[in-house]
T-cell receptor
Framework: EDQVTQSPEALRLQEGESSSLNCSYTVSGLRGLFWYRQDPGKGPEFLFTLYSAGEEKEKERLKATLTKKESFLHITAPKPEDSATYLCAVHGQAAGNKLTFGGGTRVLVKP | KAGVTQTPRYLIKTRGQQVTLSCSPISGHRSVSWYQQTPGQGLQFLFEYFSETQRNKGNFPGRFSGRQFSNSRSEMNVSTLELGDSALYLC?????????FGPGTRLLVL
């Protein structure tokens, strides 16, 4: 069964203080690894899809990277509006279209 | 393109009642998945529908069911509600790159 573990559970940052979020996964045949952002009371908002080890994607202050066992979401010089819960999910070959999610990392960026 | 829409946004029910939630996917998307999100268990997969057929099901009791219509709109139903069914229910429609989520329906069971 596919499994995803995210760390840390929570992260408090000062504005401008860069950091990284970790997503460790086990999956039988990775079809894709996804990062989402979720604000309180809202549905997850798609950020990135990564398909193979070594792949990197960037969007504004966010950069996602992928290895065979984990993915990192790097937040560079964060702003208060980057405060959210960041969710990692995997899509395995044996899972149909089911996504398996980690527990998320709650990020708070203080001005 | 309009995003995924879900109705209602909020519901309060009592134990033993049943509830039906609705989801309209992004135009042109034929696959709809449902997830339950709770503070303790996180996001868990309920089921997926494609072209009116259930293709995949998660580990939830038979009280949770769903269906999809010919226009790809989907409904999920929960019968004999329990307190533990209180959650955010999310619908996702599948595009080429990923699944796109709606705003969710917040269900509170008293």
């Amino acid at each position: 069964e596919d499994q995803v573990t995210q760390s840390p559970e929570a992260l408090r940052l000062q504005e401008g203080e860069s950091s990284s979020l970790n997503c460790s996964y086990t999956v039988s045949g990775l079809r894709g690894l996804f990062w989402y952002r979720q604000d309180p009371g809202k549905g997850p908002e798609f950020l990135f899809t990564l398909y193979s080890a070594g792949e990197e994607k960037e969007k504004e202050r966010l950069k996602a990277t992928l290895t065979k066992k984990e993915s990192f979401l790097h937040i560079t010089a964060p702003k208060p509006e980057d405060s959210a819960t960041y969710l990692c999910a995997v899509h395995g070959q044996a899972a149909g279209n089911k996504l398996t999610f980690g527990g998320g990392t709650r990020v708070l960026v203080k001005p | 393109k309009a995003g995924v829409t879900q109705t209602p946004r909020y519901l309060i029910k009592t134990r033993g009642q049943q509830v039906t939630l609705s989801c309209s996917p992004i135009s042109g998307h034929r696959s709809v998945s449902w997830y339950q999100q709770t503070p303790g268990q996180g996001l868990q997969f309920l089921f997926e529908y494609f072209s009116e057929t259930q293709r995949n099901k998660g580990n939830f009791p038979g009280r949770f069911s769903g269906r999809q219509f010919s226009n790809s709109r989907s409904e999920m139903n929960v019968s004999t509600l329990e307190l533990g069914d209180s959650a955010l229910y999310l619908c996702a429609s599948r595009g080429e790159e990923t699944q796109y989520f709606g705003p969710g329906t917040r269900l509170l069971v008293l």
